[in-house]
């Protein structure tokens, strides 16, 4: 069973940042990719950010050049530094694991970030 826990959700400020911490219970290079979502209220869930085994990363288009997602191997922990934030960025964030064959994919709890103007 894997397990994925966020944290580093909060309130900030416009113009503030956050670092967000997704923990997994097994070894991360164990992942194909790892990937940080994000979910306002009463819209879909969207990509924020991927990282896989080769340390290559990728990110929504209107995101790049804030948000940076990285991984510390030894504690098994992917990080997404967000800096400038905006009120639209305001929503639940998930992290997301990706393993196979078999495919499998894993979600955590998700973590509210709410940024006020």
């Known amino acids: 069973q894997v397990q994925l826990v966020e944290s580093g959700g909060g309130l900030v400020q416009a113009g503030g940042s956050l670092r967000l911490s997704c923990a997994a219970s097994?070894?991360?290079?164990?992942?194909?990719?790892m990937a940080w979502y994000r979910q306002a209220p009463g819209k879909q869930r969207d990509l924020v950010a991927t990282?896989?085994?080769?340390?290559?990363?990728t990110y929504a288009d209107s995101l790049k050049g804030r948000f940076t997602i990285s991984r510390d191997s030894a504690k098994n922990t992917v990080h997404l530094q967000m800096n400038s934030l905006e009120p639209e960025d305001t929503a639940v964030y998930y992290c997301?694991?990706?393993?196979?064959?078999?495919?499998?994919?894993?979600w955590g709890q998700g973590t509210q970030v709410t940024v006020s103007s």
């Open positions: 997301n694991a990706q393993k196979g064959p078999p495919y499998r994919t894993y």
């Open positions: 097994r070894d991360i290079f164990d992942f194909n990719v």
């Open positions: 990282i896989n085994r080769a340390d290559s990363v």
